[in-house]
């Protein structure tokens, strides 16, 4: 392992104002005397597509997991032993989704 004598030990990674918010004898030494030459603070406004990525996520989790309308008459027809499925499809979904996997990735 090679030590690269230009970066800085651990704890000297923080920039001077990260640093001099925890000393107050600092802090009053870099503030301006007149009001009007203080700077904005930095600000975070979230955007429309985050209310919406909410409010799907949302509705996302009341989504049940198993669709139940679907389920039981299919667990029910197994149960029976009436459950046919047909091969010809089966075979088919599942070269399409070997298909639509491939071409991701």
């Known amino acids: ?9 651990n704890g000297q990674l923080q920039s001077d104002r990260v640093q001099n918010t925890a000393n ?3 802090q009053s030494q870099s503030r301006p005397a007149d009001a009007s030459q203080v700077q904005a603070e930095d600000t975070f406004q979230p955007s429309g597509r985050h209310a919406e990525l909410q409010r799907l996520t949302a509705q996302a989790a009341s989504v049940p997991e198993v669709r139940t309308e679907k389920v039981a008459p299919l667990q029910a027809k197994v149960q029976r032993g009436t459950y046919k499925p047909d ?3 089966v075979a088919d979904a599942l ?3 070997q298909s639509r996997s491939s071409a991701k990735g």
């Open 1 to 9: 392992m090679k030590i690269d004598p230009k970066v800085p030990a």
């Open 24 to 26: 107050p004898a600092v």
């Open 87 to 89: 091969s010809q499809k």
């Open 95 to 97: 070269i399409s989704e």
